[in-house]
């Protein structure tokens, strides 16, 4: 496809339950971000892919969220022993480079209960 | 720290009149600036963006943003609202040097009235 494609588009996940987001880059983009929006706030950065290297992961909430791109195109975002404080919709956004402009997938909607 | 303040959580216009969303960015590093929009259950999309060429940027769907340097603001206005301009907007900056990071404004409401 010609945009960014998330899924699943919605997850209902049980406390304790691991969860696993994908993020379809377009294609040949080199960066990739991860976002967290809660309810009401705007993006809160999780992490940056530069290819498959994660330059940045400075915004990753603890230990139990983990990301990867080993292959330097789809990138998959894992939240192990989900909390109630996770449900949000996660955003990934793909871009040539550097200060160019991001595309945003639809995002997933992850609820914890 | 940077950051990037957008200074209203909700506005309200009627159809047909003006919009003005106000945007300011912290004056560490020389920025790029972009406006996002963002309609209810859709994804973020880009209005316009600002870096380093024209200070006055024409973006998509009649938006406009003007990149005042000793204001240190981005307001993203527009001469007359349409009912289908009501979502939410975020003001968004990368600054050089934190690796093309995207930071995200708190978002303004638009509420567009008859």
């Known amino acids: 496809g010609a945009g960014v494609s998330q899924s699943p588009r919605y997850k209902v996940a049980k406390r304790g339950q691991d969860v696993a987001l994908r993020c379809d880059p377009i294609s040949g983009h080199v960066s990739l971000f991860w976002y967290q929006q809660a309810l009401g706030q705007g993006p809160e950065f999780l992490t940056y892919?530069?290819?498959?290297?994660?330059?940045?992961k400075s915004g990753l909430p603890s230990d139990r969220f983990f990301a990867e791109r080993p292959e330097g195109s789809v990138s998959t975002l894992k939240i192990q022993r989900t909390q109630q404080e996770d449900s949000a919709v996660y955003l990934c956004?793909?871009?040539?480079?550097?200060?160019?402009?991001?595309?945003f997938g639809q995002g997933t909607r992850l609820t914890v209960v | 720290a940077q950051s990037v303040t957008q200074l209203d959580s909700h506005v309200s216009v009627s159809e047909g009149t003006p919009v003005l969303l106000r945007c300011n960015y912290s004056?560490?590093?020389?920025?790029?600036l972009f406006w996002y929009v963002q309609h209810p259950n859709k994804g973020l999309q880009l209005l316009l963006k600002?870096?380093?060429?024209?200070?006055l940027v024409k973006g998509i769907n009649g938006f406009e943003a003007e990149f005042k340097k000793s204001e240190t603001s981005f307001h993203l206005t527009k001469p007359s609202a349409h009912m289908s301009d009501a979502a939410e907007y975020f003001c968004v900056v990368i600054y050089t040097g934190t690796a093309s990071k995207l930071t995200f404004g708190t978002g303004t409401r638009l509420q567009v009235t008859l």
């Open positions: 892919f530069q290819n498959e290297a994660q330059l940045d």
């Open positions: 956004a793909s871009s040539f480079g550097r200060s160019t402009e991001a595309f």
């Open positions: 600002y870096t380093s060429a024209a200070t």
């Open positions: 004056s560490s590093y020389s920025p790029s």
